[in-house]
């Protein structure tokens, strides 16, 4: 089985600061790594995925995650918080077999000007 | 190409009661999952069906199904219903062609709240 670790339930950073939000996943077999915004009263949208070859994954809205297989990590980065980067983000991993996710706990995000 | 779409988008019910949530899909995706979020137990997965047939389940009891129609919109339905079934229910879909994960996209969720 495979489960999915947020650390930080809550980041605060400035705005024009580094975002970077932390995930650990295990897996028994090698795993599809993917991080999903949800903003207030929205389903969630896909910023990137991981599933084989480059390990530093570039998303959307200046968002990348590098995926570390000895740290069993893919911790999501931007370099420049903006306001619009005010949401909850959620990390997520899958396996071959079918298409469960399995999500971490979230992590909300708030921007202060 | 439109997104997921889900009906209705807000459901206010009491205990004992029944639902039916529905799901259309991307068009051409054929794989529907439907997750639970609550803020205690966070992002849950369901179930997933791919060409009418449930694929994968989660941990839910048997009041929650679900079913896949031949042109890929799916329900799920919740039986006796529960304070606690009071969530955000997201539907998924995905291309799901073969063995590999691939993305899923996902819908604006039904807010269902349980009088």
């Known amino acids: 089985a495979q489960s999915v670790t947020q650390l930080g339930s809550h980041v605060s950073v400035s705005e024009g600061a580094l975002v970077l939000l932390r995930c650990n996943y295990s897996?028994?077999?090698?795993?599809?790594l993917f991080w999903y915004v949800q903003y207030p009263n929205q389903g969630l949208q896909l910023l990137l995925k991981?599933?084989?070859?480059?390990?530093l994954v570039k998303g959307i809205n200046g968002f990348e995650a590098e995926f570390k297989k000895s740290e069993t990590s893919f911790h999501l980065t931007k370099p420049s918080a903006h306001m619009s980067d005010a949401a909850e983000y959620f990390c997520?991993?899958?396996?071959?077999?079918?298409?469960?996710?399995?999500f971490g706990g979230g992590t909300r995000v708030l921007v202060k000007p | 190409k439109a997104g997921v779409t889900q009906t209705p988008r807000y459901l206010i019910k009491t205990r004992g009661q029944q639902v039916t949530l529905s799901c259309s899909p991307i068009s051409g995706h054929r794989s529907v999952s439907w997750y639970q979020q609550t803020p205690g137990q966070g992002l849950q997965f369901l179930f997933e069906?791919?060409?009418?047939?449930?694929?994968n389940k989660g941990n839910f009891p048997g009041r929650f199904s679900g079913r896949q129609f031949s042109n890929s919109r799916s329900e799920m339905n919740v039986s006796t219903l529960e304070l606690g079934d009071s969530a955000l229910y997201l539907c998924?879909?995905?291309?799901?062609?073969?063995?590999?994960?691939?993305?899923?996209?996902f819908g604006p969720g039904t807010r269902l709240t349980v009088l």
């Open positions: 897996s028994s077999v090698p795993p599809y």
């Open positions: 998924a879909s995905s291309l799901a062609g073969t063995g590999q994960s691939d993305t899923q996209y």
């Open positions: 997520a991993v899958s396996v071959a077999a079918g298409n469960k996710l399995t």
């Open positions: 991981y599933t084989t070859g480059a390990t």
């Open positions: 069906y791919f060409s009418e047939t449930q694929r």
